[in-house]
């Protein structure tokens, strides 16, 4: 994949080059040293030579490339000094010769390998669910450790830790780079997907920062779902997951306006949706759906997939089925309950059934269900101001955007509290 950018901003070039190419780069060096920490100190090396280089060489036309190469130099170097790894010189050398610098225009194939296989080991089986997210965040969603400290509303040196520790567990556990087979596939594959579904909601609505969105997250997320597609074409869970991301992604452009600020559903000119996303995602849940009815279980990725598609086949608002969205996640909470479906069950229920029925879903959760997340006090708002209980409703939108580290997602609930208070 060529990275192209501005020469003009060699510093703009160097961090769109890291966001399209990191993935890719520690995926490849990781196949090339089998070992994840070096890995990614290396990838890191390339990075910081670009910074130092670029503003003054210019940016190479294949950014990816050069990164590639400065890369692959700098293992070499390192398996020169480091006496225990002298015995894999060889080896090394001769994947130098044939493997370790792949032309990324021709290889594509295998390149998007060593992403998948990064994936598989993030999620290896050694790693506790929070260290999988924390290091496929890191090295297959390229976040930084604050942005991962935030989206688990934990500190920076939390994270540091368990991304280190993970990254220690996978040496001890010397584990393979190869993707797994056989009962190994199966049980990961739920974790991956879990972990896939985790990065694509961080690009959908970032959980802090400035923006309300970050697309190239989405895009990756989404990307990699399609990857594992290809790896299990008759799994109707890895359907739903394509199905549900590529609807969801769909709506991206319209979820800010010109001016970047945050649009809400309802309000989205939905001609800006992605039609061709819509159509990939329609024809991967129909393939789920063809799967099911051959009596293949589905779960919950193929019933959130099935939500989204309500959104997707609606022309207008006014068009969309909330009664068979109500009912669609009455299922889903049967499937997998849990506060942040009940919220969303709430919504819908509100929508189809009038707003005190949807109040009547919400209060029934426990106050602290969320812990200090702002989209209880949201969603109450919203549907307070349905009912037309403004001066709770603004109470309920201040509350919220008290809770929110997004500045998008606050202006727009501070927006709302006002409106609210002016009746």
Same mark, same amino acid.
């Given at each position: ?17 890291? %966001? ?31 910074? =130092? ?9 294949? *950014?990816? $490339? ?15 000094? #480091?006496?225990?790894? %002298?015995?894999?010189?060889? &080896?090394?050398? %001769? ?9 990324? =225009? ?39 450790? &604050? ?14 830790? %368990?991304?280190?520790?993970?990254? @220690? ?35 959908? *609505?970032?959980? #802090? ?13 989404? @990307?990699? $779902? ?25 709506r991206l452009a319209a979820r800010v306006d010109a001016e970047g600020r945050p649009v809400l559903l309802e309000d989205q000119d939905r001609t800006r949706w992605d039609a061709v996303q819509v159509r990939r995602g329609l024809a991967a849940l129909a393939r789920a759906e063809e799967l099911a009815a051959r009596g293949v279980p589905v779960g919950t990725y193929v019933l959130q997939a099935s939500i989204a598609a309500e959104h997707a086949r609606a022309a207008r608002p006014e068009d969309t089925r909330w009664r068979r969205i109500a009912s669609l996640y009455d299922v889903l909470a049967g499937a997998a309950p849990g506060p942040v479906v009940e919220v969303n069950r709430a919504v819908a229920h509100g929508r189809a059934h009038g707003a005190d029925a949807g109040l009547a879903v919400l209060d029934a959760l ?42 998008? =997602? ?7 509290? =006002? ?5």
């Amino acid at each position: 994949m060529t990275t192209t950018t501005s020469a003009d901003d060699p510093g703009a070039a160097v961090v769109a080059a890291w %966001r399209a190419e990191s993935a890719r780069l520690v995926g490849a060096l990781t196949r090339m040293t089998r070992d994840v920490g070096l890995a990614e100190d290396l990838a890191q090396d390339a990075l910081l030579a670009a910074l =130092e280089q670029w503003p003054t060489t210019g940016v190479p036309e294949n *950014a990816a $490339a050069w990164l590639m190469t400065v890369a692959r130099r700098r293992a070499v170097d390192h398996v020169r000094r #480091a006496e225990v790894l %002298r015995r894999k010189l060889d &080896a090394l050398g %001769r994947a130098g010769e044939e493997q370790v610098v792949p032309d990324l =225009e021709t290889q594509v194939d295998h390149i998007e390998d060593d992403v998948l296989r990064l994936l598989f080991l993030s999620c290896h089986p050694a790693l506790t669910p929070p260290s999988r997210a924390a290091l496929t965040l890191r090295l297959v969603g390229g976040l930084s450790t &604050a942005e991962i400290a935030r989206g688990f509303l934990t500190s920076e040196s939390t994270v540091a830790q %368990r991304i280190s520790r993970a990254k @220690r567990t996978l040496a001890d556990a010397r584990a393979g780079f190869e993707l797994p087979t056989g009962a190994e596939h199966t049980a990961r594959l739920d974790d991956v997907m879990a972990v896939v579904y985790l990065v694509f909601n961080e690009g959908y *609505a970032a959980t #802090a920062g400035d923006d309300w969105t970050r697309p190239d997250l989405a895009h990756e997320a989404t @990307r990699l $779902a399609r990857l594992l597609v290809t790896l299990a074409p008759d799994e109707p869970e890895v359907l739903g997951l394509q199905a549900l991301l590529e609807l969801q992604g769909s709506r991206l452009a319209a979820r800010v306006d010109a001016e970047g600020r945050p649009v809400l559903l309802e309000d989205q000119d939905r001609t800006r949706w992605d039609a061709v996303q819509v159509r990939r995602g329609l024809a991967a849940l129909a393939r789920a759906e063809e799967l099911a009815a051959r009596g293949v279980p589905v779960g919950t990725y193929v019933l959130q997939a099935s939500i989204a598609a309500e959104h997707a086949r609606a022309a207008r608002p006014e068009d969309t089925r909330w009664r068979r969205i109500a009912s669609l996640y009455d299922v889903l909470a049967g499937a997998a309950p849990g506060p942040v479906v009940e919220v969303n069950r709430a919504v819908a229920h509100g929508r189809a059934h009038g707003a005190d029925a949807g109040l009547a879903v919400l209060d029934a959760l426990a106050p602290d269900a969320l812990g200090a997340s702002p989209l209880v006090p949201s969603v109450r708002g919203d549907l307070l101001e349905r009912a037309g209980r403004h001066d709770q409703a603004a109470a309920a939108f201040t509350q919220a955007a008290s809770r929110s580290t997004n500045a998008g =997602e606050r202006s727009v609930l501070l927006r709302r509290a =006002e409106d609210n208070r002016r009746g």
